[in-house]
């Protein structure tokens, strides 16, 4: 069983287009996050989740938004698409929000 | 704000030899120190941690301990594998934080 599982875990999309990846975790945690790697590998948190609360917002275009049905789906909707949106998105959970966080396997967005 | 520092690679290393990655970081008061490694085509996977000054955090054969004095957290393994092949992410959490901060990651090669 997957842990952490993110779909779709390739997207290869138009410029303007919407998208959403969607990410759900069966550990049991509480908190979810967003992250965003670029094609230098730097990692980059987007958003975070406790319970359902959103908790960090990092500087984010307003074009992405995140929605957390429960506590073990974290979704992500990016409307608009951008060249520089082209990046592989990472969804993570922790218990706590100072656990050990668990990553899913990325999602590989590539915008044309 | 909090941040953390690593020697930018590729680092390329033939098997069995010795590898340091340097990692250094800033944050205001007594923060837990984690390293992280994603394989090609996978999610991040916590490698070790450590919670507090002169704590060593050990995994795998890979050793990193929590030096305050030079807020430093230095990835060491005495011999490599081709397996270790892969990036590495030190980052840092703050007591009660919420936001793991990432260096920009160090990636290794290993040949045989």
């Known amino acids: 069983d997957t842990a952490v599982s993110q779909t779709p875990k390739y997207l290869v999309t138009q410029m303007g287009n919407d998208k959403s990846i969607k990410c759900e975790q069966n550990?049991?945690?509480?908190?979810m996050y967003w992250y965003k790697q670029d094609s230098k590998k730097f990692l980059k948190i987007m958003f975070s989740y406790n319970n359902k609360e959103l908790i960090i917002n990092e500087t984010v275009p307003n074009r992405f938004s995140p929605k957390s049905p429960d506590k073990a789906h974290l979704n992500l909707h990016i409307n608009s698409l951008e060249l520089g949106d082209s990046a592989v998105y990472f969804c993570a959970s922790s218990l706590g929000v100072a656990g050990e966080l668990f990553f899913g396997e990325g999602s590989r967005l590539t915008v044309l | 704000g909090n941040s953390v520092t690593q020697m930018e690679g590729p680092v390329t290393l033939s098997e069995e030899a010795f590898l340091t990655i340097n990692c250094t970081y800033t944050?205001?008061?007594?923060?837990?120190l984690f390293w992280y490694v994603q394989y090609p085509g996978e999610g991040l996977q916590l490698l070790l941690k450590?919670?507090?000054?002169?704590d060593k955090g050990s995994n795998k054969g890979f050793e990193a301990t929590y030096r305050k004095e030079t807020t430093s957290f230095h990835l060491e393994k005495g011999s490599v594998q081709v397996s270790d092949s892969a990036v590495y992410f030190c980052a840092l959490i703050k007591a009660a934080g919420n936001k793991l901060t990432f260096g920009g990651g160090t990636r290794v090669l290993v040949k045989p």
């Open positions: 450590a919670t507090k000054a002169d």
């Open positions: 550990l049991g945690h509480d908190t």
């Open positions: 944050a205001t008061g007594y923060p837990s």
